[in-house]
């Protein structure tokens, strides 16, 4: 349950229709909702009323609503580096044949903002606007191994250190002996950490001063991929963070370090 209000209670509400992917009954948010019928009834009745929601009277459900698109296209074009990243994606994806990643942090976890398939996709979990866990992703531990002290100690007590596969890290001793050798090396490492037979190799995207804007990644099936031959693609991950960098400095990101500086 929120502790934000009224604005964060109708938040709760949005992310709980969001979470079936597909339109729901009132009753079936009832069954799962924190809050009791009434209450819940009434910011339903707002946000339709509000567009945030639709409301489909012959089958009686609800569903995401068209303002809420608006929306996210907004947010999409104004605060996702994926309008920049893009011709740098189609660019890895035409050269090296696999599943590639752009992946920005939210709230202590990764979402990732845009992917291009591999030329012979296999099924994996990640998908364009879905969330996934930092600890053990490729995305997620390059974008974590560069925060702040303070903003990763925030981030590793939100993490739930899960054990997805044998090789997920599950502890906060393991997680930072891993982003230290991340620092050390520049780029991160999947070990079938998240889905077993995926691995990938993730560089991130840095501003000057060194503030983590996002991630890129290479994604591949272990039955046609190791990681030594995907290590061979750093050179090509890292210009096209730069380059991403680059253009979104010069564009939506400004490095504010360099704003105080000057």
Request: charged share 20%; with cysteine.
């Amino acid at each position: 349950m929120s502790g934000d209000g009224t604005v964060g209670k109708a938040l709760d509400v949005l992310d709980q229709v969001a979470s079936f992917d597909r339109p729901v009954r009132f009753g079936q948010l009832l069954e799962t909702s924190c809050y009791p019928k009434a209450t819940l009834y009434r910011f339903v009745q707002t946000l339709t009323n509000q567009g945030m929601l639709m409301y489909d009277a012959d089958r009686q459900t609800y569903a995401l609503g068209m303002r809420l698109v608006r929306l996210a296209h907004k947010a999409w074009t104004h605060s996702s580096l994926a309008p920049i990243a893009r011709h740098h994606l189609d660019l890895l994806s035409a050269s090296l044949g696999e599943t590639v990643h752009l992946a920005q942090m939210d709230s202590s976890q990764v979402l990732y903002v845009d992917k291009r398939n591999a030329a012979q996709p296999v099924e994996m979990y990640s998908q364009a606007g879905r969330v996934g866990p930092a600890y053990c992703t490729g995305v997620g531990k390059a974008m974590l191994a560069h925060l702040t002290e303070s903003a990763l100690a925030r981030a590793i007590e939100q993490q739930s250190f899960h054990r997805f596969t044998d090789s997920t890290l599950t502890s906060e001793t393991a997680l930072r002996e891993e982003l230290d050798a991340i620092r050390a090396r520049g780029y991160a490492f999947d070990r079938e950490e998240h889905e077993p037979g995926i691995i990938c190799i993730a560089m991130p995207i840095l501003t000057n001063a060194g503030r983590v804007l996002g991630a890129l990644s290479v994604t591949g099936p272990t039955m046609r991929r190791t990681l030594a031959e995907m290590e061979n693609w750093v050179p090509q991950l890292r210009a096209a963070s730069e380059n991403i960098a680059r253009e979104a400095a010069a564009w939506r990101f400004p490095d504010m370090d360099q704003q105080k500086a000057g």
